[in-house]
């Protein structure tokens, strides 16, 4: 074996350990070094899933990776354990099918050209033939290994491991929607929960838009009851002045954005103010 073959096996190894290195190999131009949120946020999905927490909630801006971080992360743990079932929901189909479909193609991808490829990294997950849908679709040696989902959509049938729940609140006009909070919340506890298996943990990725959206209401319930979990903020603007990533978001677009957008919506969007308590402050 060649010096090259050598240090891309070593890559390889080091992607099926460490979460964050997986990112690196699969999407480097996205997962740069200097990104240290992000890389503070995979080794917490990664802490977080070998702890004995029961959730992590991850309040992040837009456009700065938690969907795909969240997608990556599917990718990594059905690679490291093929018998997992996970589920996700987002508040429509067409995003929670996007979801799914990106982490059954990753998985399935081949290489013509040499790039790497998910096989590379982990070669023993394959996708089934005749089970691969866009929204439900097995890997081979399981059974209903995924499910996408939205409020209103079926779980009938079906358990998972881990629940990720992206982005349920749509705008502010929900954010502001009593009903519309109420019935996120009856879907959550109603349906998804009696889907979760034993020792199965729920990961909730989303903007902080209200107190009584997702987040706050299963933060105050865990805080209430005792239930250890995990909960990590990411702001756009830091306290010292300096903007999470410039190079996603700089403070020159951060603040065209505010005086378009109105001070409370945009706070509530990338500093995860919720609009009730930016209304009250």
């Known amino acids: 074996m060649t010096k ?3 240090a891309k096996q070593a890559k390889f190894e080091l992607s099926r350990r460490f979460f964050w290195w997986y990112c690196r190999l699969m999407a480097p131009d996205f997962y740069k070094p200097g990104r240290a949120y ?3 946020l995979c080794d917490t999905l990664q802490e977080f899933v070998e702890s004995d927490d029961r959730a992590l909630i991850v309040n992040m801006p837009p456009r700065h990776g938690k969907s795909r971080t969240a997608t990556c992360f599917v990718e990594w743990l059905l690679g490291r354990d093929p018998t997992l079932k996970i589920i996700t929901g987002s508040y429509n189909e067409m995003l929670s099918t996007t979801f799914s479909r990106t982490v059954r193609n990753t998985i399935a991808a081949e290489s013509g050209d040499g790039s790497v490829v998910y096989s590379d990294v982990f070669p023993n997950t394959t996708i089934r033939r005749g089970d691969s849908s866009a929204q ?18 079926t779980v009938t049938g079906f358990g998972c491991d881990i629940m990720i729940i992206d982005d349920l609140v749509k ?5 502001n929607n009593e009903t519309s909070l109420e019935s996120q919340w009856e879907w959550f506890t109603n349906t998804m929960l009696s889907r979760i298996e034993e020792g199965g943990k729920i990961i909730i990725v989303m903007t902080r838009w209200a107190t009584r959206d997702l987040a706050g209401r299963l933060m105050a319930f865990y805080d209430d009851a005792g239930v250890p979990y995990r909960h990590i903020t990411y702001k756009a603007l830091q306290d010292d002045g300096s903007m ?12 065209s954005k505010v005086a378009l957008m109105g001070e409370d919506i945009a706070t509530a969007n990338y500093q995860q103010i919720p609009i009730d308590i930016k209304g009250v402050l």
């Open 136 to 153: 439900r679709w097995s890997v081979n040696g399981a059974h209903a290994t995924y499910l996408a989902t939205s409020p209103g959509g």
């Open 4 to 6: 090259n073959q050598i």
């Open 38 to 40: 992000l890389r503070d």
């Open 244 to 255: 999470l990533c410039d190079d996603i978001l700089s403070r020159e677009s951060y603040e």
């Open 171 to 175: 705008n502010a006009y929900e954010a």
